[in-house]
DNA sequence: TTCCGACAGTGGGGTCGCAAT
DNA sequence: ATTGCGACCCCACTATCGGAA
């Protein structure tokens, strides 16, 4: 199959709004692939390659390379070439990957250049991934879209799946079972504002379980063999040797449990996420990193254990099993709770826990199964949100939908000096309506134009809204907000009634120390 | 007919490893 | 030794389609 094939089915992908008419296009693209173009043509419409990431970005593409005018290159050259590039390492790898990258290019027309420089930068915006190539190659096969949805969630991704149904049809989704060894996509949980709110929209028994800010983790243990998976299915199990040490001293031989890794002080509290992360990041000198930050796994749930398969179950038995396997310590700290008529109790927790310095809550219904690599319904996060009255100071155009639009706030908050600092940026929690009201406004202020955006005069006020504070070495306070968002405009305020640096510390003590 | 679940898009900061400077 | 880039951790929020109610 030529590539040009794959490059035009994408732009048609993306022209439609029709979630159908994308499924169509894909179906009628996987059919039309001959069982050896499989293994690429799939992961490539699901913006992804089979590779993985190739250390490629923006900057390395560099300058544009004049295109071919005709097209030739297949997929599966594509693919050679660049299973080449990834291949390339050490000293002068750097002018080597140019010079593959521009030669593939230079082979690529106009049209199949855009396609690759989107797949190599994991851009490809055609408004379907993964949920939508999984419903398309469900279509192209004739098996049921939730079956394949299930095998694809079981096998970690979408490559297997496609050649096994096009090599032996619907049927061969059955060999698709949960493995002790091979990952599974996590379950994720949706936000609630509060934990009365999260036990009322549950209804019934739910278990309150305390938020560890960490990196999830999947650990698979069959007798001394263990592995850690990330909540992306990357295998990090030469990082953790603590974690594998501690899967050995569970109850039961043959496990997969879901739980969170974090950093403790030697009070049990929890340090900050930047010190877990860049423990977990380490992977020259693990045994070093471990001395200075040691972390701990704590659990949650258990998908197998020893023989039976337990995410069909609902959550308490899945719990009750999980009790026999952990001990308390290496568990999460929760609270069972009847149903909304305790929200007061789902609260105390919810304070108990911060006063412990965790992150939050997640409430989660008894009765739902393991809903894997969904966002299911059944499990919701409580946060504590802070908010601050900042100063806008620029914005940059957007990109996209985006296009055309001041999008991306810099906010600034009020200096000893009467300046301002800026703490960071924000994007979310934009109406297109507030875009487009915002985009005249600080074009109105504007007194520099930039190939990025403007900046502008520091007079209009957003109330953001943000997790928490963190250690910054690129921002002037030292500091920069976790996860900024806007509320709202406040054209009833003026700059200088914006909130202070000084105050933002009171706020947040120990951060800078 | 209206509602709502699921997805995709739009980017944020930090930290690490690696190659180039 | 320092710098720049890319990968991958953490992530919030809105718009939209299409099936459920």
Redesign the pocket.
């Known amino acids: 199959m030529l590539l040009v094939r794959v490059a035009a089915v994408s732009r048609e992908v993306?022209a439609t709004?029709?979630?159908?008419?994308?499924?169509a296009l894909l179906a009628g693209l996987f059919r039309e692939a001959g069982p050896e173009d499989v293994p690429v043509v799939i992961p490539y419409l699901?913006?992804r390659l089979p590779q993985?990431?190739?250390?490629?970005?923006?900057?390395?593409?560099g300058a544009p390379v004049e295109p071919a005018s005709a097209p030739s290159l297949t997929v599966l050259e594509t693919d050679r070439e660049l299973t080449a590039l990834k291949a390339v390492?050490?000293?002068?790898?750097?002018?080597?990957?140019l010079r593959l990258v521009t030669s593939l290019m230079s082979r690529a027309t106009e049209e199949e250049q855009a396609f690759l420089v989107a797949l190599?930068?994991?851009?490809?915006?055609?408004?379907?991934?993964?949920?939508?190539?999984?419903d398309g190659l469900a279509e192209a096969s004739g098996a049921a879209p939730e079956d394949v949805?299930r095998a694809v969630m079981l096998a970690g991704g979408l490559a297997p799946v496609a050649e096994a149904l096009l090599a032996d049809g619907p049927t061969a989704l059955e060999r698709f079972r949960l493995t002790v060894g091979s990952p599974v996509l996590p379950m994720?949980?949706?936000?609630a504002?509060t934990a009365t709110d999260a036990v009322a929209r549950l209804g019934g028994a739910a278990a309150v379980e305390e938020?560890l800010?960490?990196?999830?983790?999947q650990v698979h243990r069959d007798g001394d063999e263990v592995h850690v998976f990330?909540?992306?299915?990357?295998e990090?199990t030469d990082r953790l040797p603590e974690v594998v040490a501690a899967a050995r001293e569970l109850r039961g031989e043959r496990l997969i449990l879901d739980g969170?890794v974090i950093a403790l002080d030697e009070h049990g509290r929890p340090r900050?996420?930047?010190?877990t992360?860049?423990?977990?990041?380490?992977?020259?000198?693990?045994s070093s990193?471990a001395r200075a930050v040691p972390v701990s796994p704590v659990f949650f749930d258990v998908l197998h254990a020893d023989g039976r398969d337990l995410m069909d179950l609902p959550f308490a038995e899945r719990h009750a099993e999980l009790a026999r396997l952990a001990p308390g310590p290496r568990r999460v700290r929760r609270a069972v709770v009847r149903g909304p008529e305790d929200a007061a109790a789902a609260e105390d927790f919810l304070a108990a826990t911060l006063e412990r310095g965790h992150?939050g809550v997640v409430v989660k219904s008894l009765d739902t199964p393991y809903?894997a690599?969904?966002?299911?319904?059944g499990w919701l996060?409580v946060?504590p949100?802070h908010t601050l009255d900042l100063v806008v100071l620029a914005a940059?155009?957007?990109?996209?939908?985006?296009?055309g639009k001041l999008?991306?706030l810099?906010l600034g908050a009020r200096t000893a000096d009467g300046g301002f600092a800026?703490l960071?940026?924000?994007?979310?929690?934009?109406?297109?309506?507030?875009?487009r009201w915002q985009t005249g406004r600080l074009r109105e202020l504007a007194v520099e134009e930039h190939s990025w955006g403007v900046t502008v005069r520091p007079e209009l006020v957003v109330e953001i809204?943000y997790?928490g504070l963190?250690?910054?070495?690129?921002?002037p306070a030292g500091?920069?907000?976790?996860?900024?968002?806007?509320?709202r405009y406040r054209e009833d305020k003026s700059a200088a009634e914006a909130d202070t640096v000084r105050t933002l510390l009171a706020t947040h003590p120990g951060v800078t120390r």
């Open positions: 993306a709004s029709s979630r159908s008419r994308k499924k699901a913006g993985g990431r190739l250390g490629i970005g923006w900057k390395t593409l390492a050490g000293p002068g790898s750097q002018a080597e990957r190599l930068t994991g851009e490809v915006r055609q408004g379907a991934l993964d949920a939508a190539a999984a949805r994720l949980a949706q936000s504002p938020k800010d960490g990196i999830r983790v990330t909540r992306t299915l990357d990090i969170e900050p996420f930047q010190e992360a860049g423990r977990i990041g380490s992977r020259t000198d693990v990193a992150e809903s690599g969904r966002r299911g319904a996060k946060k949100v940059e155009w957007g990109s996209g939908r985006r296009a999008s991306n810099h800026m960071g940026k924000t994007f979310k929690g934009m109406t297109d309506e507030l875009l809204a997790d963190q250690r910054s070495t690129r921002y500091v920069t907000l976790r996860f900024a968002r806007v509320l």
